[in-house]
């Protein structure tokens, strides 16, 4: 795949409607207007058709696939794969060896056409961080038996896919993601504990759909974020860190054994990373808007609010239980945040529902796909029955959360709020606990 080959990229984007699915289509029509071929073989949504078919016209597609709804007036010559299993037929009619396949499905639905493009011998360009969440070791496995590549392209990932470029595995000290802290940074924990989801929805950094943009509102996206960097960088949970960056600027940081860190800043802008895993192991000119140095003055962060946000905290418990333990916390958030936004629970409920199913939902060792289906349909069933008890009203309780560097602790240890002022000056956070 790479940027110089004479061969055209074929890709396969999964998820093509949605804000990543977009950006994607945007840096194809970027690397063509650039005399790059890009082939777009195989575009799957999951229920709006009409867009879909817009983009099959647009881009010349002849395989689709829709999850749900009515199918659109499509071009000619058009095959349609429906229903649930739409991608999963989409990827065994289309997928060749070397095809590169956008996994930006939503969710848990992306997992099994994700495995079957590694099947295939399909570089992924992952933006379903919940593919490794839940399954993280067969698709590892699976990559690595193929030997295929993961691409990162959530941004914190794709930070710390680049900054490893600058040393050997062994001199890492540590990787740290950083959070925008999302709507409630500055919420009281009373107010947060009820807050709306049209409160919740308003992210101040990033345009994304509402689940993802739920989960960074409560932070559990950073939980799932620390268990994508476990099977990513195969890190343990103590080398994983977060820390709040409210400007989203700086998306990532690796610290080297000699105290050096690495860092990736960008304005906020999904277009780059995706160009980033399309082009490698290339880089190529960019379609994103650039960082004016003239204007950037300081980079402000400070530590997680584990008393507010222990959501992150079930990341650092998962990479250390293993087994199905991810599945179960996937499927629980999936579950927990379509009853918030359904009405049916208070935003406060949301980590607690996650947190008890991670409690009390059997979680064996991991061998198979069928494990991941059967502990995804216990945690699912576990936080449905859940919250048909709960109220709105309902009141978060939940300060069991874990950190990297501990089996049961409460709380995090903080990491030291800090400033870097000015383009060329450099400062670092402090170290946690046992690093």
């Known amino acids: 795949m790479s940027a110089h080959s004479g061969a055209p990229l074929r890709l396969i984007i999964l998820g093509s409607t949605g804000s990543i699915g977009g950006s994607t289509l945007e840096v194809v029509r970027h690397r063509r207007g650039m005399g790059r071929a890009v082939e777009v073989v195989g575009l799957a949504t999951g229920r709006s058709g009409e867009a879909l078919a817009a ?75 919940e593919t490794l969440v839940a399954a993280g070791a067969l698709v590892t496995a699976a990559a690595a038996r193929r030997g295929v590549p993961l691409l990162p392209v959530d941004s914190e990932h794709n930070a710390i896919f680049q900054c490893l470029r600058s040393g050997a595995p062994r001199e890492v000290r540590r ?20 807050a709306p989801p049209s409160a919740a929805l308003q992210h ?20 799932l974020e620390v268990i994508e960097a476990h099977w990513l960088f195969d890190l343990p949970a103590e080398r994983i860190d977060a820390i709040v960056h409210p400007a989203s600027v700086v998306h990532g940081l690796v610290e ?12 906020p802008d999904m277009k780059l990373p995706i160009l980033s895993a399309l082009a490698w192991p290339e880089r190529l000119p960019g379609c994103s808007p650039q960082l004016d140095w003239t204007r950037l ?40 945040v379509r009853a918030y936004l359904a009405g049916e629970v208070s935003f406060g409920c949301m980590t607690d529902l996650v947190a008890d199913a991670l409690e009390s939902v059997e979680a064996p060792p991991l061998s198979s796909l069928r494990d991941v289906v059967d502990a995804d349909a216990r945690a699912r069933e576990f936080v449905r029955r859940e919250a048909a008890r709960s109220r709105p009203s309902a009141t978060s309780r939940t300060g069991r959360t874990a950190t990297p560097g501990s089996s ?16 060329g000056r450099s400062s670092t956070t402090s170290p946690r606990s046992g690093t």
Not at 181 to 189: A, K, L, M, S, V
Not at 212 to 220: E, G, K, Q
Not at 304 to 333: C, K, M, Y
Request: aromatic residues 4%; neutral net charge.
């Open 408 to 423: 049961s602790s409460t709380s995090a240890p903080s990491t030291r709020s800090t400033t870097m002022s000015g383009a």
């Open 204 to 223: 101040p950094t990033w345009r994304m759909g509402p689940k993802i943009t739920i989960d960074s509102a409560s932070m559990m996206n950073k939980a």
């Open 256 to 267: 080297f054994q000699d105290g050096s860190v690495i860092a990736q800043l960008s304005p």
């Open 55 to 129: 983009q099959a016209r647009e881009m010349g597609v002849r395989h689709l696939a829709l999850a749900e709804g009515d199918a659109p007036d499509l071009p000619a010559g058009c095959t349609l794969h429906r229903g649930a299993d739409g991608a999963l037929a989409l990827v065994d009619a289309v997928a060749r060896p070397g095809d590169v396949v956008m996994a930006a499905m939503v969710g848990y639905a992306g997992l099994a056409p994700t495995l079957a493009a590694i099947e295939r011998g399909c570089p992924i360009a992952l933006a379903n961080k």
């Open 297 to 336: 003055r300081s980079l402000a962060f400070e530590p997680v609010d584990h008393e507010r946000f222990p959501a992150i905290g079930l990341g650092w418990q998962v990479v250390r239980r293993g087994g199905t333990s991810g599945a179960v916390l996937n499927a629980a958030n999936e579950e927990a």
């Open 175 to 194: 990787i740290v993601l950083t959070a925008s802290g999302g709507p409630f940074r500055t919420w009281e924990r009373d107010a947060l504990r009820s």
